[in-house]
C-alpha cells in the first residue's frame, strides 16, 4: 500500500531508520550484530554508547542500520566520519540557507523553472492540490472523484506519481497499468491497488504529482532493470564559485 505522509515524515527524521520501539527490538539488533560481528554483547553495548553520547549522537537505529558494528563493513576510523539525524540536520541546515533550497523543496515550481531554462524534463501529467492550487496548462485535481477519473481516463500510462514535499523518493510508485474489469492499477512493483483505495491514499499528501515514466538506457537494465537509476550531485558554493563536491548513483535493486 501507498506510504501515507505521517509515516514518511518520521522516517525522514530518523535518516531512513526508525527508532527503536523497545527493548524486544533492540535485544534483536544485538543479536543480529553479535551473528554478523561475532563480538560479545558487552563489546557492542560499549561501541554503540560511545556511538549514542559522542559528539556526532548516533542512536541505536542508526549504529545497528548502518552496521557500524561490523569492522568488514565500516572501519573504526570511518565509524567516526557518521553522524546522527539530527547532527546532520544541524550541519544541512548551517550549510544551506532556506533562500537556496526553497524552490527545489517545491517538486513542481522546480520543475516548471528547469523547463523555462531549457532542461529536458518528464511530462508533467497532472497534480493533486489539496489547497486549490492552480498551475498554468496542467491538470489540477482536487477530489478523490477527479483523481479517479484521472487515473482510468489516461492513456499515458506508464505513469510515475510522487508526493511534492517529501524525500528521499518516500512515497514515490510507479503505475503499469489501469484493468478496466477490476476497476484496479497494477503498480510498477507487481502489487494491485484497487482504484478507490489508491486515490485515497493520494489524499492523505498536500499535493500529489503525476508524470510521464522515463525509461533507463539499455547499457543500464543489467544493472537497474527497469528501474529508473538517479546521480545526486552535492555541488559546494565556495570563493564565489560552485565546485562538485561529490557525486552519488542511486542505482535501484534489480530485483
Not at 77 to 97: D, G, I
Not at 246 to 252: A, C, D, F, G, L
Request: positive net charge; proline residues 5%; glycine residues 6%.
Amino acid at each position: 500500500m501507498l506510504a501515507q505522509k505521517q509515516r514518511p515524515r518520521k522516517e525522514i527524521q530518523n535518516m531512513g531508520f526508525k527508532p527503536t520501539s523497545g527493548a524486544q527490538e533492540l535485544f534483536t539488533m544485538f543479536q543480529q550484530a553479535r551473528k554478523e560481528s561475532q563480538k560479545s554483547y558487552l563489546k557492542l553495548l560499549s561501541e554503540s554508547l560511545k556511538a549514542r553520547f559522542g559528539e556526532t549522537g548516533i542512536g541505536f537505529s542508526e549504529f545497528f542500520g548502518y552496521r557500524l558494528y561490523d569492522p568488514e563493513v565500516i572501519t573504526p576510523e570511518a565509524r567516526s566520519t557518521f553522524m546522527s539525524s539530527a547532527v546532520s540536520k544541524q550541519v544541512w541546515e548551517k550549510m544551506n540557507p532556506p533562500k537556496w533550497w526553497g524552490i527545489p523543496s517545491d517538486k513542481i515550481t522546480f520543475q516548471l523553472l528547469l523547463e523555462k531554462m531549457g532542461f529536458d524534463q518528464p511530462e508533467l501529467l497532472a497534480a493533486y492540490a489539496k489547497d486549490g492550487r492552480q498551475l498554468p496548462n496542467i491538470r489540477c485535481l482536487r477530489t478523490e472523484k477527479e483523481i479517479i477519473t484521472f487515473l482510468t481516463e489516461t492513456g499515458s500510462y506508464p505513469i510515475f506519481a510522487k508526493p511534492n514535499d517529501s524525500y528521499r523518493s518516500l512515497g514515490s510508485l510507479g503505475i503499469k497499468k489501469y484493468e478496466v474489469e477490476s476497476n484496479s492499477f497494477e503498480l510498477m512493483n507487481g502489487k494491485t491497488e484497487h482504484a478507490q483505495d489508491l486515490a485515497r491514499a493520494f489524499l492523505d499528501w498536500d499535493t500529489y504529482v503525476f508524470q510521464e515514466s522515463l525509461q533507463p538506457h539499455a547499457s543500464l537494465t543489467e544493472f537497474c532493470g527497469t528501474a529508473l537509476s538517479t546521480m545526486r550531485v552535492v555541488a559546494l558554493y565556495s570563493k564565489g564559485k560552485p565546485e562538485i563536491f561529490r557525486v552519488v548513483w542511486k542505482i535501484p535493486c534489480k530485483d
